[in-house]
């Protein structure tokens, strides 16, 4: 029984355990290099994990096709589609913006260069960077903005660096709250139709 207690106690501790995430875009005049590290590892961007796993490669056989095809009857059998669009689509944007709240933005780093087409647009930017900055830096713990237009040319050329952290407590919590929103209970009905049609 200890080693029970001891274990879920060890877990509760994890999922509070907020997980750092850096997040990088470099661009210059021949290259754009985006990156994402979350604990030290590389998901996107040079030297990512995904690149030394090889996965082996299944020809998709008759049943999965099947498979998907029921998915699709089955919720056509649920909703109507617009009315399915409609829940996918407030669904989706509550689990973002939950998301987007329980992240805590560590740091922020930008440098470089911006500029438009039209010199007026770059001086507009100008105006907004400067509002957006002062922003920043009060809700930001360390907030480096550092960013010049250029007249000249158009486009980003510099680098931001975003690092973040998130619970996975907090990841937990969304998504099944997202869950408990979608009606499942008319998904599992419509499951039910199907399998005896």
């Known amino acids: 029984m200890g080693y029970l ?3 879920f106690i060890l877990l509760l501790l994890l999922l509070l355990v907020p997980v750092p995430f850096r997040a990088y875009l470099r661009r210059d005049e021949t290259e754009t290099e985006i990156g994402l590290r979350v604990i030290g590892l590389n998901l996107v961007g040079e030297g990512s994990i995904f690149k030394w ?3 082996p490669k299944r020809k998709p056989s008759r049943k999965k096709k099947r498979e998907g095809r029921n998915v699709l009857k089955l919720l056509r059998l649920s909703f109507r589609e617009e ?3 409609k829940r996918l689509a407030v669904l989706l944007f509550e689990l973002i913006n939950d998301l987007l709240a329980s992240l805590r933005i560590k740091r922020l780093d930008a ?3 911006y500029g438009f087409d039209d010199p007026s647009l770059t001086g507009s930017a100008l ?3 400067w509002a957006l900055k002062a922003g920043l830096v009060s809700h930001i713990e360390r907030a480096e903005v550092d960013l010049l237009p250029d007249f000249r040319r158009s486009g980003f050329f510099g ?4 690092c973040l952290s998130l619970r996975p407590v907090d990841l937990l919590a969304a998504t099944t709250k997202a869950l408990f929103k979608f009606p499942v209970t008319r998904l599992i009905k ?7 049609a």
């Open 5 to 7: 207690a001891g274990f």
């Open 53 to 55: 796993l090889k996965l």
């Open 83 to 85: 009315e399915l669009a």
């Open 111 to 113: 440098r470089g260069s």
């Open 127 to 129: 105006g907004l960077l």
């Open 159 to 162: 680098e931001v660096n975003l």
């Open 190 to 196: 419509a499951r039910r139709r199907l399998r005896q």
